[in-house]
Structure formats: structure tokens, C-alpha cells
């Protein structure tokens, strides 16, 4: 119990252990992968190597065939830790020398596809899902946290957020959380309202401080030139799409006469 509520209030390891639960099917696709492949090279290998016992039992070769090569299984996981690195590939490949150089050719180049081709995929394919999935979390959190700050500055229970209301609440813990998460430096609170408030009313209510968040995730792979800050990069996105957002309400969005982010542009 005490391990479960560590992890609870270990945001980088329950990120960890979040993304490793979501990732799990992936994981398992590419295991079957690997077995699929591993199964079709154990056949042929094994079926070659019985022949050549059958053939030449008198072979000095048959009985690494029979260690390397003697089943299914065997051939298997033969083929596993030449590519794991669980045995030198070389002790493997020197009896099906012995059946045909061709053969032992062919073995090599199964070895390259596989380590250099098959493993390079499934890695980019796990890396890009683990971090997809990673990014779903973080906004999951962000947009809870939002609400949990939106509600710890709502204090009339209005349903809307005033700059007053911000600024009575910037020194909470809550609040300085939130804006650390969507990389906004506190001092720029009253400019984050005037970017996020849509309908120029003052106030911004909970979908509105939303925004935030989602053009933060927009910003995550977009730099400013060198002494540009993050905080600065987030606000510039909000009000590089606040032209789009005054046509869809027919509202002006106020704010200062910063350039946006163009990985961000519409």
C-alpha cells in the first residue's frame, strides 16, 4: 500500500509506469513479430540440418546440428541469441557452413535484416507510441490541473476568472504549478488573460483556460531563436491564433504586438 501511494504522488513514475501499462500491446505485437520470423528461419534450418544428418551420418558437423539445430525450439531459440547476443553468432552459423556455403549466406543476411532492419523498426515503432501516449498524459494532467486552478480562483463560484482573482492567487502553490506546466511565468499572468479571453469581457472561464494547455502542446517542439524563453514562445502562439478564434466569435482579442510561433500558424 505504501508503494502504491508513493507512486501516486511520483508524477515522473506514474508517468513511467502509465506509458509502460499503455504500451504493453505494442509490446506484445512485436514479440509476435519477432516469434513469427524466428519460426519461418527455424523450419528451413532444421529441416536442412535433419536432411544433412540423414544424409551424412558419419558428419563431424552433426553434432553441433544437433545442439544448434536439432528442433523447432531449438533452431528457435538459436536464432534468438545470435541476435541477443546470448551466444557468438559464428558458432552458430559454422555447422550450416558444413550443409551449404549458400545456405550459411543466406543465415547471415537474415541476421543483418533482422538486427539492422526488423529491431530498428520495432524500436522506432515502441519509441513513437511511448511517446504519443506520454504526451496524451501530460495533457490528461495539465487540463485536470487547470481545473483544480480554476477552481481554487474561482472563489464566488462564478464560473469565470478575473485578473484580480489571478493575481490574489499567483503566490498558491496550485496556481504556480499550473503555470510552471504550461510554461508561463507568473508575471505574465495578466497578458495569458487578455490572450485566452475570447470575448474581451475581462474574464476567462474554464474552456478559455484550457487553451492554454493545448497550444502548450503545440509549442512543445517549437523553438525561439537563441535568448527567446518558453514562456515567451507560449504566449506568442496564443496570440498568433487569436485572429482565428475573434472570426469564429466575431469578438476582438486584445494583446501586444508579439510574432507568433510559426510552427503554430493556421
Given at each position: ?63 553441433a546440428l ?67 501516449q ?30 484580480e ?12 504549478d ?47 531563436a ?41
Open positions: 500500500m505504501r508503494l502504491v501511494r508513493f507512486i501516486r504522488y511520483a508524477e515522473e513514475l506514474q508517468l513511467i509506469v502509465s506509458c509502460l501499462i499503455l504500451s504493453f500491446r505494442t509490446f506484445l505485437w512485436s514479440i509476435g513479430l519477432l516469434l513469427m520470423t524466428f519460426y519461418v528461419m527455424a523450419i528451413y534450418t532444421t529441416q536442412a540440418a535433419k536432411l544433412h544428418r540423414l544424409e551424412f551420418p558419419e558428419s563431424l558437423a552433426n553434432t544437433e545442439r544448434w539445430w536439432g528442433g523447432i525450439f531449438t533452431s528457435m531459440l538459436s536464432v534468438l541469441q545470435a541476435l541477443s547476443g546470448g551466444v557468438d553468432w559464428n558458432d552458430i552459423v559454422q555447422p550450416l557452413i558444413t550443409i551449404s556455403p549458400a545456405f550459411a549466406v543466406l543465415f547471415i543476411v537474415y541476421l543483418g535484416f533482422c538486427f539492422f532492419a526488423l529491431m530498428n523498426v520495432i524500436t522506432g515503432t515502441y519509441v513513437e507510441t511511448v511517446s504519443r506520454a504526451s496524451d498524459l501530460k495533457t490528461r494532467s495539465q487540463i485536470l490541473q487547470a481545473r483544480r486552478v480554476f477552481q481554487a480562483i474561482d472563489q464566488d463560484h462564478s464560473g469565470f476568472i478575473s485578473l482573482e489571478i493575481r490574489s492567487q499567483t503566490a498558491t502553490a496550485v496556481v504556480l499550473f503555470f510552471e506546466s504550461v510554461d508561463v511565468d507568473p508575471s505574465e499572468a495578466q497578458y495569458l488573460l487578455e490572450v485566452l479571453d475570447m470575448d474581451g469581457s475581462g474574464t476567462i472561464n474554464f474552456e478559455e483556460l484550457s487553451r492554454a494547455v493545448a497550444i502548450e502542446q503545440l509549442c512543445a517542439g517549437c523553438r525561439l537563441p535568448g527567446g524563453s518558453r514562456d515567451e514562445e507560449v504566449l506568442q502562439t496564443l496570440e498568433s491564433r487569436a485572429p482565428a478564434h475573434q472570426e469564429t466569435f466575431g469578438h476582438p482579442v486584445r494583446g501586444g504586438k508579439r510574432t507568433g510561433c510559426p510552427h503554430a500558424a493556421t
